[in-house]
């Protein structure tokens, strides 16, 4: 078996070099992209379909009573699979929401109905790595009585903690 001469030796390095410069940074990304899917997702879900319940109702009635955070632990580090029933609350099936799937975030999603004006927010939390830190997210949305329901932009608060 021959050995590689330096000149061969040097243009492997540089080829493996270049190959891992132009690798490296869409695997990150691609990484990060993933993590947010998830709450991102999760939470378009909930306000796509909180706003279609309130179109077309008196505000006083137009979004589901609130739900509690769930799971109600966060899960730290890790995705679960939920036992059945987790997701039985009254809102999360008004809503259409569950997870069937393992996950690593946890939502809530809160209302304020009232004669005239209403308003609602959901929210993602998540603990990715374990240390404590939670991620958060959150969409909120109003009506108003003769006005279409509106969802605002989404807050991000740590992302990737």
Same mark, same amino acid.
């Given at each position: 078996?021959? #050995? @590689?001469?330096?000149?061969?030796?040097?243009?492997?390095?540089?080829?493996?070099?270049?190959?891992?410069?132009?690798?490296?940074? %869409?695997?990150?990304?691609?990484? /990060?992209?993933?993590?947010? %899917?998830?709450?991102?997702?999760?939470?378009?879900?909930? %306000?796509?379909?909180?706003?279609? +319940? %309130?179109?077309?109702?008196?505000?006083?009635?137009?979004?589901?009573?609130?739900?509690? @955070?769930?799971?109600?632990?966060?899960?730290?580090? $890790?995705?679960?699979?939920?036992?059945?029933?987790?997701?039985?609350?009254?809102?999360?099936?008004? +809503?259409?929401?569950?997870?069937?799937?393992?996950?690593?975030?946890?939502?809530?999603?809160?209302?304020?109905?009232?004669?005239?004006?209403?308003?609602?927010?959901?929210?993602?939390?998540?603990?990715?790595?374990?240390?404590? +830190?939670? #991620? +958060?997210?959150?969409?909120?949305?109003?009506?108003?009585?003769?006005? /279409?329901?509106?969802?605002?932009?989404?807050?991000? /608060? $740590?992302?990737?903690?």
């Amino acid at each position: 078996m021959r #050995s @590689l001469s330096p000149v061969e030796a040097a243009a492997g390095v540089a080829l493996v070099g270049a190959v891992l410069a132009a690798a490296i940074p %869409a695997f990150f990304e691609n990484l /990060h992209a993933s993590r947010l %899917a998830e709450p991102i997702g999760g939470l378009n879900r909930l %306000a796509t379909r909180a706003t279609a +319940l %309130a179109a077309g109702r008196a505000a006083e009635v137009a979004y589901p009573e609130s739900a509690p @955070l769930t799971p109600a632990e966060v899960p730290a580090g $890790r995705q679960v699979t939920d036992p059945p029933g987790t997701w039985a609350h009254p809102t999360w099936r008004q +809503l259409g929401f569950e997870w069937t799937v393992p996950h690593a975030y946890s939502f809530a999603f809160e209302s304020r109905n009232a004669k005239g004006h209403s308003t609602f927010s959901a929210r993602a939390e998540g603990d990715l790595d374990g240390d404590g +830190l939670r #991620s +958060l997210f959150v969409i909120s949305g109003e009506t108003r009585d003769g006005a /279409h329901p509106i969802i605002f932009p989404m807050d991000i /608060h $740590r992302e990737v903690e």
